[in-house]
């Protein structure tokens, strides 16, 4: 049996069960792990996540029982002992050798795992770019359970399959706080995002830039031009799910370093869409070109100076 921990927040969850949904395919006996949303574990968290894989209309899962993720997880004194001990010396990876824990971009090796307890973000587009098509599919976007903003989300959204779309995902709020900037600050700069805008602009000078961003105010000074830009502001709280419905109807994607953004062009099923994204997703993360074109094949990576890599 396979056990995968479900942690983080709606953009991490969708890649987390993208994993499952493969392993799945593949004919793995795999189940979820929900402990981490436990309300006893939440409260101790700076940022408290609620499960949210549930809005989707076509997700559906298997949840693995206390019991099975202890015979995981449940360690005696000395079993803790002699797994500090291989990791010091190099001998494996993780103290416990039943874990697998995420710790590159990407391994390929999870897929073939078998009798594990898998932890990990799985942010790389080609853990499941394969199976893209069927996460569409099941990622289904519920309705606004308000029926005035459903009825405007639905319009904008066919505004946005009739002209040249392309959705901006602004990430600032946490992303602005030290201990946060310092691992995630100065990646989607600003000379990122008028480089990104400018090469659509180039292409189709009659391009309307649709924002979404947690910061309105910064929005609405940025981006006063209504004749060129739409700032999308009525979506919160757990009904954040409609911004992503809202970018998948866009032509073009302008991603931050933000698996949010990442889903919202992840579900764009238009067939000339076009994706930009940051070239690295965290500064102690090392990057080469090769590397992140082979992880992220067919979106076009922009640095922070806003040069295409």
């Known amino acids: 049996m396979l056990i995968l921990k479900i942690a983080g927040g709606l953009g991490n969850q969708m890649q987390q069960?993208?994993?499952?949904?493969?392993?799945?395919?593949?004919?793995?006996?795999?189940k979820l792990d929900l402990s981490w949303f436990d309300p006893s574990i939440q409260k101790n968290m700076l940022a408290p996540r609620e499960f949210e894989l549930s809005t989707f209309k076509g997700v559906t899962f298997e949840e693995c029982t206390k019991e099975e993720r202890d015979l995981f997880l449940k360690r005696n004194a000395l079993q803790k002992v002699t797994g500090k001990v291989a990791c010091k010396l190099g001998l494996?990876?993780?103290?416990?050798?039943?874990?697998?824990s995420e710790k590159e971009m990407?391994?390929?090796?999870?897929?073939?795992?078998?009798d594990k307890y898998i932890s990990g973000y799985f942010a790389c587009q080609k853990y499941y770019a394969d199976i893209m098509p069927d996460m569409q599919e099941i990622f289904l976007f519920p309705d606004h359970p308000d029926e005035i903003l459903h009825k405007r989300n639905m319009a904008l959204a066919d505004r946005m399959d009739q002209e040249n779309s392309v959705s901006v995902h602004i990430r600032r709020g946490d992303y602005l706080d030290p201990?946060?900037?310092?691992?995630?600050?100065?990646?989607?700069?600003?000379?990122?995002?008028?480089?990104?805008?400018?090469?659509?602009?180039?292409?189709?000078?009659?391009?309307?830039f649709y924002i979404f961003t947690s910061d309105h105010e910064y929005a609405r000074e940025k981006f006063s031009d209504e004749s060129r830009y739409t700032i999308v502001d009525?979506?919160?709280?757990?009904?954040?799910?409609?911004?992503?419905?809202?970018?998948?109807?866009?032509?073009?994607?302008?991603c931050a370093n933000s698996t949010f953004s990442f889903w919202g062009a992840r579900l764009n099923r238009r067939p000339d869409k076009m994706v930009?994204?940051?070239?690295?997703?965290?500064?102690?993360?090392?990057?080469?070109?090769?590397?992140?074109?082979?992880?992220w094949a067919d979106w076009i990576l922009m640095d922070e100076k806003g040069s295409i890599v």
């Open 234 to 254: 009525w979506n919160t709280g757990k009904n954040s799910v409609q911004d992503l419905m809202l970018m998948s109807h866009c032509r073009g994607n302008i």
């Open 276 to 295: 930009i994204r940051t070239y690295k997703m965290r500064n102690n993360q090392p990057v080469t070109p090769e590397i992140m074109h082979d992880y």
């Open 17 to 30: 069960y993208s994993v499952y949904t493969k392993l799945k395919k593949m004919g793995k006996d795999i």
């Open 92 to 100: 494996r990876s993780d103290e416990n050798p039943n874990v697998f």
């Open 106 to 114: 990407y391994h390929p090796e999870v897929f073939e795992l078998e």
């Open 179 to 208: 201990p946060n900037f310092a691992i995630l600050g100065n990646i989607a700069t600003q000379e990122y995002y008028d480089s990104a805008m400018e090469y659509f602009r180039v292409k189709d000078p009659s391009t309307h």
